[in-house]
Protein backbone atom coordinates (compact mmCIF):
# COMPACT_ATOMS: atom_id res chain seq x y z
CA UNK A 1 0.00 0.00 0.00
CA UNK A 2 1.49 3.52 -0.99
CA UNK A 3 1.89 5.45 2.07
CA UNK A 4 3.29 8.10 3.65
CA UNK A 5 4.71 7.00 7.19
CA UNK A 6 5.54 9.20 10.22
CA UNK A 7 7.02 8.48 13.95
CA UNK A 8 5.99 9.13 16.48
CA UNK A 9 2.25 10.09 16.32
CA UNK A 10 2.17 12.00 19.47
CA UNK A 11 5.04 13.45 21.52
CA UNK A 12 5.33 15.38 24.38
CA UNK A 13 8.77 16.73 25.74
CA UNK A 14 9.98 19.37 27.33
CA UNK A 15 11.88 22.52 25.96
CA UNK A 16 15.73 22.08 24.94
CA UNK A 17 15.76 18.33 24.60
CA UNK A 18 16.46 17.32 20.74
CA UNK A 19 13.96 15.54 18.97
CA UNK A 20 13.29 13.85 15.53
CA UNK A 21 10.04 13.17 13.78
CA UNK A 22 11.05 10.71 11.06
CA UNK A 23 9.47 10.23 7.89
CA UNK A 24 9.73 7.41 5.66
CA UNK A 25 7.66 6.95 1.88
CA UNK A 26 7.31 3.72 -0.24
CA UNK A 27 6.49 5.49 -3.31
CA UNK A 28 9.81 6.26 -5.21
CA UNK A 29 8.60 10.09 -4.77
CA UNK A 30 11.48 12.36 -5.55
CA UNK A 31 10.12 15.21 -3.46
CA UNK A 32 9.18 15.27 0.17
CA UNK A 33 8.66 18.38 2.53
CA UNK A 34 7.31 19.29 5.88
CA UNK A 35 4.68 21.56 7.07
CA UNK A 36 3.49 22.61 10.43
CA UNK A 37 -0.65 22.84 11.13
CA UNK A 38 -1.85 26.03 13.68
CA UNK A 39 -5.54 26.64 14.12
CA UNK A 40 -6.60 29.37 11.53
CA UNK A 41 -3.46 29.31 10.07
CA UNK A 42 -3.56 26.01 7.28
CA UNK A 43 -0.46 24.07 6.47
CA UNK A 44 2.65 26.13 6.07
CA UNK A 45 5.69 25.02 5.01
CA UNK A 46 8.84 23.77 7.14
CA UNK A 47 11.65 22.72 4.68
CA UNK A 48 11.47 20.68 1.25
CA UNK A 49 12.95 18.26 -0.78
CA UNK A 50 13.50 18.37 -4.64
CA UNK A 51 15.56 14.83 -4.34
CA UNK A 52 18.42 12.95 -2.81
CA UNK A 53 20.93 15.67 -0.59
CA UNK A 54 18.74 18.59 -1.84
CA UNK A 55 16.89 20.48 0.22
CA UNK A 56 15.30 24.12 0.78
CA UNK A 57 13.50 26.43 3.05
CA UNK A 58 9.53 27.01 3.29
CA UNK A 59 7.95 29.74 4.52
CA UNK A 60 8.49 28.51 8.56
CA UNK A 61 12.13 26.89 8.66
CA UNK A 62 13.19 28.35 11.61
CA UNK A 63 14.38 26.09 14.55
CA UNK A 64 14.44 23.48 12.36
CA UNK A 65 16.39 21.38 10.76
CA UNK A 66 15.79 18.28 8.18
CA UNK A 67 18.10 15.82 6.06
CA UNK A 68 17.59 13.92 2.86
CA UNK A 69 20.27 11.17 2.91
CA UNK A 70 17.93 8.41 1.60
CA UNK A 71 15.15 8.74 -1.31
CA UNK A 72 12.73 7.19 0.79
CA UNK A 73 13.38 9.15 4.61
CA UNK A 74 13.16 13.11 5.84
CA UNK A 75 12.96 13.40 9.17
CA UNK A 76 12.32 16.70 11.05
CA UNK A 77 14.86 17.57 13.67
CA UNK A 78 14.20 19.79 16.27
CA UNK A 79 17.84 20.96 17.71
CA UNK A 80 16.52 22.76 21.19
CA UNK A 81 12.49 22.56 20.80
CA UNK A 82 11.08 25.51 22.15
CA UNK A 83 7.22 25.55 23.26
CA UNK A 84 5.92 28.29 20.27
CA UNK A 85 6.78 24.91 17.86
CA UNK A 86 4.21 22.83 19.28
CA UNK A 87 2.07 21.96 16.49
CA UNK A 88 0.70 19.31 14.34
CA UNK A 89 3.08 18.38 11.85
CA UNK A 90 2.81 16.55 8.50
CA UNK A 91 4.96 14.91 6.13
CA UNK A 92 4.16 14.79 2.36
CA UNK A 93 5.33 13.75 -0.38
CA UNK A 94 5.13 13.46 -4.45
CA UNK A 95 6.83 12.20 -7.44
CA UNK A 96 8.19 15.54 -8.52
CA UNK A 97 7.90 19.09 -7.18
CA UNK A 98 4.16 20.99 -8.44
CA UNK A 99 2.43 17.26 -8.83
CA UNK A 100 -0.18 16.60 -6.05
CA UNK A 101 1.27 15.32 -2.64
CA UNK A 102 0.40 12.42 -0.25
CA UNK A 103 0.32 12.93 3.34
CA UNK A 104 1.02 11.44 6.61
CA UNK A 105 -1.34 10.97 9.15
CA UNK A 106 0.65 14.00 11.36
CA UNK A 107 2.30 14.27 14.13
CA UNK A 108 1.30 15.93 17.40
CA UNK A 109 4.16 17.72 19.02
CA UNK A 110 3.83 19.18 22.65
CA UNK A 111 6.44 21.35 23.86
CA UNK A 112 6.50 21.99 27.32
CA UNK B 1 5.88 35.29 1.62
CA UNK B 2 2.77 34.24 -1.11
CA UNK B 3 -0.52 33.68 1.08
CA UNK B 4 -3.78 32.20 0.10
CA UNK B 5 -6.98 33.31 1.02
CA UNK B 6 -9.85 31.34 1.35
CA UNK B 7 -13.67 32.22 1.77
CA UNK B 8 -15.76 31.37 3.99
CA UNK B 9 -13.54 30.62 6.63
CA UNK B 10 -16.95 27.85 7.64
CA UNK B 11 -20.08 27.43 6.91
CA UNK B 12 -23.40 25.28 8.23
CA UNK B 13 -24.84 23.62 5.59
CA UNK B 14 -28.18 21.31 5.47
CA UNK B 15 -27.79 18.02 4.28
CA UNK B 16 -28.61 18.00 0.02
CA UNK B 17 -27.74 21.41 0.08
CA UNK B 18 -25.16 22.60 -2.77
CA UNK B 19 -21.72 24.09 -1.35
CA UNK B 20 -19.51 26.66 -3.04
CA UNK B 21 -16.08 27.86 -1.58
CA UNK B 22 -13.01 29.69 -2.90
CA UNK B 23 -9.43 30.69 -3.04
CA UNK B 24 -7.55 33.89 -4.18
CA UNK B 25 -4.44 34.71 -4.10
CA UNK B 26 -2.25 38.12 -5.10
CA UNK B 27 0.14 35.83 -7.04
CA UNK B 28 0.22 33.66 -10.11
CA UNK B 29 0.02 29.73 -9.86
CA UNK B 30 0.83 27.35 -12.31
CA UNK B 31 -1.16 24.42 -10.31
CA UNK B 32 -3.88 24.40 -8.05
CA UNK B 33 -4.89 21.50 -5.55
CA UNK B 34 -7.85 21.15 -3.50
CA UNK B 35 -7.67 18.99 -0.33
CA UNK B 36 -9.74 17.61 2.48
CA UNK B 37 -8.98 16.84 5.67
CA UNK B 38 -10.55 15.19 8.14
CA UNK B 39 -10.51 15.10 11.87
CA UNK B 40 -7.12 13.33 13.10
CA UNK B 41 -5.77 12.43 9.44
CA UNK B 42 -3.55 14.20 7.06
CA UNK B 43 -5.38 15.95 4.07
CA UNK B 44 -6.64 14.00 1.30
CA UNK B 45 -6.47 15.01 -2.61
CA UNK B 46 -9.71 15.76 -3.79
CA UNK B 47 -9.13 17.46 -7.30
CA UNK B 48 -5.93 19.13 -8.92
CA UNK B 49 -6.14 21.74 -11.87
CA UNK B 50 -3.31 22.33 -14.29
CA UNK B 51 -4.46 24.95 -16.95
CA UNK B 52 -5.69 28.10 -16.57
CA UNK B 53 -9.82 27.90 -17.21
CA UNK B 54 -10.00 24.38 -16.57
CA UNK B 55 -12.96 23.03 -15.25
CA UNK B 56 -12.70 19.18 -13.39
CA UNK B 57 -15.27 17.33 -11.79
CA UNK B 58 -14.76 13.99 -9.41
CA UNK B 59 -18.38 12.52 -8.68
CA UNK B 60 -19.91 15.99 -6.18
CA UNK B 61 -16.92 18.17 -6.43
CA UNK B 62 -16.29 20.23 -9.27
CA UNK B 63 -13.41 22.65 -9.16
CA UNK B 64 -12.14 25.46 -11.45
CA UNK B 65 -8.82 27.09 -12.15
CA UNK B 66 -9.03 31.17 -12.95
CA UNK B 67 -8.48 32.35 -15.57
CA UNK B 68 -5.88 35.14 -14.21
CA UNK B 69 -4.51 32.06 -12.36
CA UNK B 70 -4.96 34.07 -9.33
CA UNK B 71 -8.03 32.02 -8.08
CA UNK B 72 -10.08 28.74 -8.12
CA UNK B 73 -13.25 27.62 -6.45
CA UNK B 74 -14.74 24.24 -5.49
CA UNK B 75 -18.19 23.15 -5.52
CA UNK B 76 -19.92 20.33 -3.55
CA UNK B 77 -23.16 19.32 -4.59
CA UNK B 78 -25.78 17.32 -2.68
CA UNK B 79 -23.93 17.47 0.63
CA UNK B 80 -24.07 14.59 2.17
CA UNK B 81 -22.73 14.14 6.34
CA UNK B 82 -19.35 12.62 5.38
CA UNK B 83 -18.67 15.72 3.43
CA UNK B 84 -17.88 17.59 7.26
CA UNK B 85 -14.16 18.62 7.33
CA UNK B 86 -11.99 20.78 6.41
CA UNK B 87 -11.24 22.20 2.47
CA UNK B 88 -7.99 23.36 1.80
CA UNK B 89 -6.13 25.44 -1.30
CA UNK B 90 -2.99 24.85 -2.75
CA UNK B 91 -1.29 26.93 -5.21
CA UNK B 92 2.28 25.64 -6.33
CA UNK B 93 4.73 28.37 -8.09
CA UNK B 94 7.36 26.59 -10.20
CA UNK B 95 9.76 29.55 -9.70
CA UNK B 96 9.86 28.82 -5.87
CA UNK B 97 9.22 24.85 -5.96
CA UNK B 98 7.37 24.93 -3.26
CA UNK B 99 3.24 24.87 -2.14
CA UNK B 100 1.42 27.59 -0.36
CA UNK B 101 -2.10 26.60 1.56
CA UNK B 102 -4.84 28.41 2.48
CA UNK B 103 -6.05 28.85 5.76
CA UNK B 104 -8.78 26.58 5.30
CA UNK B 105 -12.62 26.22 5.24
CA UNK B 106 -14.32 24.19 7.43
CA UNK B 107 -17.96 22.80 6.36
CA UNK B 108 -20.10 21.01 8.88
CA UNK B 109 -23.39 19.78 7.61
CA UNK B 110 -26.20 19.51 9.36
CA UNK B 111 -28.63 16.63 8.87
Known amino acids: EAQVTQNPRYLITVTGKKLTVTCSQN?????MSWYRQDPGLGLRQIYYSMNVEVTDKGDVPEGYKVSRKEKRNFPLILESPSPNQTSLYFC???????????FGDGTRLSIL | GQQLNQSPQSMFIQEGEDVSMNCTSS?????WLWYKQDPGEGPVLLIA?????ELTSNGRLTAQFGITRKDSFLNISASIPSDVGIYFC???????????FGPGTRLSVLP
Open chain 2, 49 to 53: LYKAG
Open chain 1, 27 to 31: MNHEY
Open chain 1, 92 to 102: ASSYRGGQPQH
Open chain 2, 90 to 100: AGFDNYGQNFV
Open chain 2, 27 to 31: SIFNT
